[in-house]
């Protein structure tokens, strides 16, 4: 699906005799640990801010929740209408006829029905293409490399857009969207003369509270002395959203993942296996609430109105700073915060982004802030920002086990087991196609 939503762009398609058309169309399950965890003796005890904020809902539940069930229908529908537009685009296709492909097809059925315009393997493409057969293809990233290339390499390097990007979780140091790297960077960007302006590529769920204010932080600064643009690549939300917030503008995809401004926790209580193992565990406190995340014990309700009252002021912060940065009232941003998750193209409706496209976009914003004609923005060659990188230390043997399983439950094991207690994280977004 991903390959024929991508392919419809295209002037023509062509593929191989044997490849498989999948035309299943638009779904997403969800696993629900719930009660296969109670058997074990193990409880997730989740603690969110926003009716929306379901992100811990498949460990601590059995079932899908009302809410969940709204924002994911509606992110399959925004989904489903964007991909049967694209298709529809295709010469000689229509919404009926498009209907009609949403079955298993061959390649030879999907030529039939002008899904693609010829079938033929790699060495049969000079004809189709009117290329020269004696002249071999070249890859376009070595062809765009040679494009590029300077005749002669100038005195000074010459003037340029800094891209920055939040990759993964953010997390305070090490792997994914780390804090102590991307502030690195940030000023490394604010710093340099030749960097005109600065693109925060952004595909994250979120995470850390603290490090995607410290992050916000460093974008707020970055963003009163350059132009400054978010393009969101298939997540960016919670925590993605939040370092977002500050930029001059925000350009998504239709079906770019975004919202979930909202807080969460999770607390594990492990105690009914400790006793059916026959483990004992006793504390010597000097605080009431020193062994807060001790998973040998359930939680009491003034720890639970502990973590609440955090959560709510986090909850509240993240309010203030959308804000500020989109140019709304903290109450329009609640109506569409709670933890929601909105497509590309809701979002843009409601205000959470202002345009819709990729980086044709990202440079007509860069070109209105500096008053520059577009043409010669789109002649700026793009510059990532290396600051210091280094390769993050090996993941634990545990980690590194459920990364294989699961990367998401790998990076809420990362974020919960550190000191990370607030989150703006998402861990359980589906992806287009």
């Known amino acids: 699906?991903?390959?024929?939503?991508?392919?419809?762009?295209?002037?023509?398609?062509?593929?191989?005799?044997?490849?498989?058309?999948?035309?299943?169309?638009?779904?997403?399950?969800?696993?629900y640990l719930g009660a296969a965890l109670a058997k074990l003796g193990l409880k997730v005890e989740p603690f969110a801010q926003g009716r929306f904020k379901t992100a811990v809902e498949s460990l601590a539940s059995g079932h899908m929740s009302e809410p969940q069930r709204e924002q994911l229908g509606a992110l399959l529908d925004a989904f489903d209408v964007e991909l049967r537009r694209a298709l529809a685009?295709?010469?000689?296709?229509?919404?009926?006829?498009?209907?009609?492909?949403?079955?298993?097809?061959?390649?030879?059925?999907?030529?039939?029905?002008?899904?693609?315009?010829a079938v033929a393997y790699e060495d049969e493409l000079p004809p189709l293409?009117?290329?020269?057969?004696?002249?071999?293809?070249?890859?376009?990233?070595?062809y765009l490399e040679s494009r590029r290339a300077p005749l002669l390499r100038p005195l000074r390097r010459?003037?340029?857009?800094?891209?920055?990007?939040?990759?993964?979780?953010?997390?305070?140091?090490?792997?994914?969207?780390?804090?102590?790297?991307?502030?690195?960077?940030?000023?490394?960007?604010r710093?340099?003369?030749?960097?005109?302006?600065?693109?925060?590529?952004?595909?994250?769920?979120?995470?850390?509270?603290?490090?995607s204010d410290l992050i916000h932080r460093e974008v707020l600064r970055l963003a009163e002395e350059k132009p400054v643009v978010a393009l969101?690549?298939?997540?960016?939300?919670?925590?993605?959203?939040?370092?977002?917030a500050p930029a001059h503008a925000i350009v998504a995809a239709p079906t770019s993942i975004t919202g979930s401004i909202g807080v969460i926790a999770a607390r594990l209580d492990a105690s009914a296996l400790l006793d059916r193992l026959g483990v004992h565990s006793e504390s010597l406190l000097r605080a009431p609430h020193a062994d807060l995340l001790d998973p040998s014990r359930e939680s009491t309700d003034a720890e639970r109105a502990l973590m609440d009252r955090e959560l709510a002021v986090a909850y509240q912060g993240f309010l203030k700073r959308v804000a500020q940065g989109r140019g709304l009232s903290e109450q329009r941003v609640h109506e569409l915060a709670q933890g929601r998750v909105w497509s590309g193209a809701d979002a843009h409706e409601r205000g959470l982004v202002d345009r819709l496209g990729g980086l044709a976009e990202v440079r007509a914003v860069i070109a209105e802030r500096l008053s520059m004609p577009l043409g010669r923005v789109?002649?700026?060659?793009?510059?990532?920002?290396?600051?210091?990188r280094r390769h993050p230390a090996p993941a634990p043997p545990l980690e590194a086990l459920l990364r294989e399983l699961s990367p998401e439950a790998a990076d809420l094991l990362r974020l919960t087991t550190g000191s990370e207690r607030v989150l703006y994280y998402d861990p359980q977004l589906p992806r287009m196609l």
């Not at 969101?232 to 977002?244: L, Q, R, T």
């Not at 060659?381 to 210091?388: F, H, K, N, T, Y």
């Open 1 to 31: 699906m991903r390959a024929l939503y991508l392919a419809s762009a295209a002037d023509r398609v062509i593929t191989s005799p044997l490849a498989s058309f999948e035309l299943a169309g638009i779904g997403a399950t969800t696993r």
């Open 89 to 117: 685009q295709r010469p000689a296709l229509d919404e009926e006829v498009v209907e009609r492909l949403f079955e298993s097809a061959s390649a030879e059925e999907a030529k039939e029905r002008q899904l693609v315009d």
């Open 129 to 142: 293409l009117d290329a020269d057969p004696k002249r071999p293809s070249v890859s376009a990233s070595a």
């Open 158 to 189: 010459p003037k340029h857009l800094a891209v920055i990007e939040i990759h993964g979780a953010i997390t305070r140091g090490g792997r994914g969207a780390s804090q102590l790297r991307l502030v690195r960077e940030l000023r490394a960007a």
């Open 191 to 211: 710093a340099d003369r030749r960097a005109l302006g600065v693109i925060l590529d952004i595909d994250s769920p979120g995470g850390s509270a603290l490090a």
């Open 232 to 244: 969101f690549g298939a997540v960016a939300a919670s925590g993605g959203y939040y370092v977002a």
């Open 378 to 388: 789109e002649r700026l060659a793009l510059r990532r920002v290396r600051v210091g």
